[in-house]
């Protein structure tokens, strides 16, 4: 079973189109978060999300919208795409927002906007 | 967040020992040292956490110096599918200190 599993793997889709990336986890996790990798390889925070709550907001253009309808899922939806939006999305999860544990990821959506 | 400073990229020969060092010298004293590997295609996994001396588990050993200031992920015997790069992450373990970014990372080869 995987942990952290993420749908879809490849999204490929046109400048100004609204798509959504899926999330789910099966850990018993508290703690939600996106996580986006630019082409420099660095890995910044979206959002995280603790029991259904927004908790980090990391100045994410209001395009980007995440929903979680419970603990174990937590969505992303990107209305208007841009060009700049092409970058792999990872979802992630920690048993709290302490994470002494450490973070669980899945294995990323390659979003490609042409 | 402590800022990290690792090196860009490192090769290393099949049945070696390495050795990744990262510098943060602004460490808090409540802050926890954790590395993370990545495969090409895959999320971020965790390997190995401490706060001071030395951590060893099944897959590494984590060597921290009685000042703090730097830490060493050390990964005996590589063979090629450690192949990988391998962020240093410094962070409180209490809420509020979910890490922001994670740095470019150590990139590993492991060469036959």
């Known amino acids: 079973d995987t942990a952290v599993s993420q749908t879809p793997k490849y999204l490929v889709t046109q400048m100004g189109n609204d798509k959504s990336i899926k999330c789910e986890q099966n850990?018993?996790?508290?703690?939600m978060y996106w996580y986006k990798q630019d082409s420099k390889k660095f890995l910044k925070i979206m959002f995280s999300y603790n029991n259904k709550e927004l908790i980090i907001n990391e100045t994410v253009p209001n395009r980007f919208s995440p929903k979680s309808p419970d603990k174990a899922h937590l969505n992303l939806h990107i209305n208007s795409l841009e060009l700049g939006d092409s970058a792999v999305y990872f979802c992630a999860s920690s048993q709290d927002l302490a994470a002494n544990y450490g973070y669980t990821f899945g294995s990323g959506t390659r979003l490609t906007v042409v | 967040l402590a800022k990290t400073t690792q090196p860009i990229s490192m090769d290393s020969y099949e049945g070696q020992e390495v050795n990744i060092t990262c510098s943060h010298n602004n460490i808090a004293t409540n802050d926890y040292i954790t590395w993370y590997q990545q495969f090409p295609s895959q999320g971020p996994r965790f390997i190995i956490q401490?706060?001071?001396t030395k951590v060893t588990n099944e897959v590494a050993s984590l060597f921290i110096p009685a000042d703090r200031k730097s830490s060493t992920l050390s990964l005996p015997r590589v063979s090629l599918s450690d192949t990988a790069v391998y962020y240093c992450l410094v962070a409180g373990r209490t809420s509020g200190n979910t890490p922001l970014v994670f740095g470019k990372g150590t990139r590993l080869s492991v060469i036959a």
């Open positions: 850990l018993g996790h508290d703690t």
């Open positions: 401490g706060y001071k």
